[in-house]
């Protein structure tokens, strides 16, 4: 270790020594990594190719729902359900709303908004209804992505690559637009209709739910016809799959912090 790394390394643990969560910040190098799903009400055989992915590889990921799921309603070692509430549409009542999804999801303790959305209301309705930790704070390839304590005691956390943006902005499939060899929490997100898709851009995935008003009632025999047969996003994911798994890099469910 140079002079330089020493140095980095010496201010990083003073930096951070009473975090609880310091462990998990890849400080000496990648070492634990979080994988995450917004299942945006796909159907379920999208859900469980997902699912399958990680348990190929025999990872962990965390993953947060929008509706009633068989799937996610079962027991699994492989993953951890969180809910995925969307307060963007409607005219309800977001203590309604939520408390539905709850109902649905008793043992979830984590959330994510729908398109992120999140402020101090939404703080205290996570709260309220027991939710320990909230990843709606979306930092593209940040580095020093860290965990803090609200004011109300939720664990709040930043995640820092998702498949829809980097499919939005254009970027190739390669490593350099993952950032992964800095420093930080690394959580990874992504979308369940576009990894089994396959997409190569969101247009591809607009162009099949477009045409669905409830896209959970989609068939697989109907969507099948789309799915990418070259080189996607689901190409990629898995490529990151197989890349943590081969340098036994820790993947976990998000209640391990609490």
Known sequence: MTVLEQ??????????????????YN????????LTTDVDWAPDFCVEHVI????????????????????????????????????????FNWDEKFKKLKELYPEAHGARGHRNVFGQNVSDLYTK??????????????????????????????????DGIHLDMGYDFSWSNVNLCTPGLKILNVHPILIYLNCINDNER??????????TSAKESDINPYINQGYGICSFWEEILSYISSNNIQTHHFMELL
């Open 7 to 24: 140095s980095f390394k010496k201010n990083n643990e003073f930096i951070y020594e009473n975090d609880p969560l310091k462990k998990y």
């Open 27 to 34: 400080l000496d190098g990648l070492n634990h990594i979080f």
């Open 52 to 91: 399958n992915l990680v348990k190929k590889y025999n990872l962990k990921i965390n993953i947060f729902a929008t509706h009633a799921s068989d799937i996610l309603l079962s027991k699994s070692n492989t993953f951890e359900v969180g809910l995925h509430p969307d307060f963007t549409r409607d005219n």
């Open 129 to 162: 209804y027991n939710i320990k930790y909230d990843v709606s704070t979306f930092l593209w390839n940040h580095s020093y992505c860290v965990g803090h304590k609200d004011y109300n005691g939720l664990l709040r956390m930043s995640y820092m690559w998702e």
């Open 206 to 215: 607009r162009s099949v739910t477009s045409k669905y008003k409830d896209l």
